[in-house]
């Protein structure tokens, strides 16, 4: 008899709703980010929308705010590019950090900047949280199902 050695992996998709918010500005702080500029960001992100579809390991995300708009879509173990929270452009390699956790590291593709990371996990209790490092600095956000 043949053991099953398929994983099954947590799966993210729906709408979500920001519940709760914490160092989002020290972590813009800590990407050097202006003043003025983070005031901006801050309110404008104090409410997003999150869509996550997912099939399989390939999850597609976007993000609404009142300001802007983004999207990502990638495979889980595949590098892909997308933006730093501060729009610089970067290669992020994500992978399964538990069957509930994504980890991904970012890479600058030019310049020279704060190492940045991001997690994606799903609690038992069914909300995500998603943590946002540059450097030392973390910022954490969970959201629940809308």
Same mark, same amino acid.
């Given at each position: 008899m043949e053991a099953n050695t398929e994983r099954t992996f947590a799966d993210f998709s729906g709408s979500w &709703?920001? &519940? +709760?918010s914490e160092? *989002? %500005? %020290?972590l813009l702080k800590a990407l050097g980010v202006n003043v003025f500029l983070r005031k901006i960001a801050v309110a404008a992100a104090s409410k997003p929308a999150v869509e996550i579809t997912q099939q399989? %390991? +390939?999850l597609s995300i976007q993000t609404s705010t009142s300001v =802007?708009?983004?999207h990502v879509s990638f495979t889980v173990g595949e590098s892909f590019s997308e933006a730093t929270v501060d729009? =610089? #452009?970067c290669t +992020? *390699? #994500?992978k399964w950090e538990t069957d509930r956790k994504i980890s991904c590291e970012q890479t600058l593709q030019k310049g020279e900047g704060p190492e940045t990371s991001w997690t994606r996990e799903l609690t038992n209790d069914g909300q995500m949280i998603l943590t946002m490092r540059a450097g030392d600095v973390v910022c954490t956000r969970v959201y629940e199902r809308d």
């Open positions: &709703k920001m &519940k +709760s160092n *989002f %500005e %020290e399989g %390991e +390939s =802007r708009t983004t729009g =610089r #452009p +992020s *390699f #994500p």
